[in-house]
């Protein structure tokens, strides 16, 4: 394991975790389907389990990577809840574009 | 510890409730399990305990703060019941996540580790995206719950990455270790962590819906069925102010002079423009919901405080907001279902409907507004003499300002049930529990106000 | 073990499949009619287009799946420090796969598990 940290720096870890972490950022704001929004959520916690792996590895401290444990089993959890309130809303309008639902306004 | 545990227990006693017929009692049920976590809680005064692997420790702090949650969260159930309960099918659902999410609520209060504060802030708000959609066919309840859930995912990223960036600089995910190392380092810039500190700060004005990190709250507040509005209004944000000052005060404190300037500008523009837009609703849901982004903005003031009188002054503040808060939205609950409309002219002649009705919300409507003789009042009393103390007078005077704006919002309601007419003259009747509820808490606004020695010291 | 010892496993690897495809070309019997062409032990052939909805209950036992699946994950962390904590530590796993049980046991009695 120690071999590849030596061979790749940390730094390219957290700057691909950056980069995939805007990428996720920039799907959440400018899509409007309410899917690939949520896939663009789980890109953004995606590179943060990389990155943990990656710190936990060069700190040689294993609470990392059972951080990265619990973030998969919420997210997983998060996912359940979140396919099942778009589940409700496409039986209601048909749809899953967020831009149709805009019903609250003040 | 017992506390979490006994909570656990009700919650997954509630799930059976509608599998096994007993579902009757599952209100009950509700309320003896967080009658039981509160005694267990208050058990814990004084004690400074740790437990699960020094994963959580129960101080003071933690018993104050974890009190108010469970304490609003069973009057809650209280209402919840008597609104819903007949025609409602999921009852015993609802009931359980509703005590889960409190569960969540007692974690964010008593972490020291930021792998529990995660678990804590993702258990209240994965049960909240649940609750914002309780009326499955109610297209508002829907949009609340779709907007609720991915802002919220979206916030928790940032919170994450602030996570993992301050675990890149320390090696520990243990408050304790953080603060030693900050305390170290605090001449040196290491911006590893500094990225990180402001990545979780992002993450937690998101989840404590400060400016310019807003722009769910209204329309989840809105959207929800009134009584869960209650719900995000006062435990979540309580319980998300209670990790937020606790994170910055134990860990980040050395290095105040890198996030203060950050904190004192969001604060300013929360209160702006949360109580700035208020004036201009019509609905009383979404201007409560701009209100309490106003209640954020002072509320963050504490966090700017150099010693524990911060601690003390955002629990008064919590204890004299959730009350008050409860109370409104209870009573908004009462005139929507009575008059079909959640805008202020729904209150018109209330006096003439139900006399304890108007009194009550007079009462509430005083003490958010921060009047003196409420618990609102010496709330922000405390807080501001918390920030002036640590030097920031130009950003007191401000929130003064900006409560004598919020004043003239909340006379709305009172000044249509005292002076307007009603369209209807239909004698609003509510049951003696309600009525008696909401006499207490009332009361105790006007206590607290009166004497404020009764809140503890921390 | 250098990168070439690897590269020669790969070729070996490539080589010994392409050969085995090779010599059954070669020297298998060969009869091609309609039968032949079907799906064999794949499902049964689908009826009109495969772009439609699926059924609500796929969703269903999705979501299902999903949490119970990604939930056991903590038992690996756990038969890792097993032997060295010893009975405490079953006792928790113990209690913790109770709880998931009771979550089966809610979806099951709620009917979720039904086929729709």
Known sequence: MNTILSIVPIQYYIILSAILFSIGVMGVLTRSNAIIIFMSVEIMLNSVNLLLAAFSTYHNDAAGQIFVFFIMAVAAAEVAVGLAIIVMIYRNINTIDIYNLNKLKG | MNVVIALTITGILNLFGSIFSYRKITPLLSIIGLTTAIVFNSMYWNTNQSFFNHMMVVDNYAVAFGTVCMVLAACLIIFYNRFMGDNDHHLPEVLSVIVLSVDGAIVMVSYTNLLMLFLGVEILSISFYILAGLKKKDLGSNEAAIKYFLMGAFSTGFLLLGITLIYGATASFDLSVISEYVKLNSTSTNYLLLSGVLLILVGLLFKVAAAPFHFWTPDVYQGAPTIITAFFATVGKIASFGAFYRLFQMCFSPIVNEWSGVIMVVAIITMFIGNITALQQKNLKRMFAYSSIAHAGYMLLALLSHDYLGGNAILFYSIAYGISSMSAFIIIHIIQTQTGTDEAMGFAGLVHKNKTLAMITAISMLSLSGIPLTAGFFGKFYLFSSAIESGYVLLVCLAVINSFIGIYYYFKPVIESYFKDSITDDVIKLKSVETILLIFLSIATILLGIFPGLVPAI | ?116
């Open chain 3, 1 to 116: 073990m250098g990168n070439v010892s690897l590269i020669v496993l790969m070729a070996c690897g490539i080589g010994f499949c392409g050969l085995a495809q090779l010599v059954s070309k070669l020297i298998a019997p060969s009869s091609k009619n309609l039968q032949k062409l079907q799906a064999y032990e794949c499902g049964v052939p689908t009826i009109g287009a495969s772009w439609i909805q699926f059924n609500v209950g796929y969703y269903l036992f999705a979501l299902i799946f999903l949490v119970f699946d990604v939930e056991l994950m903590f038992l690996f962390p756990w038969a890792v420090v097993n032997k060295e904590m010893g009975i405490t530590a079953f006792i928790e796993i113990v209690v913790f796969i109770f709880i998931l049980f009771l979550g089966l046991l809610y979806a099951w009695k709620k009917g979720a598990l039904k086929w729709m």
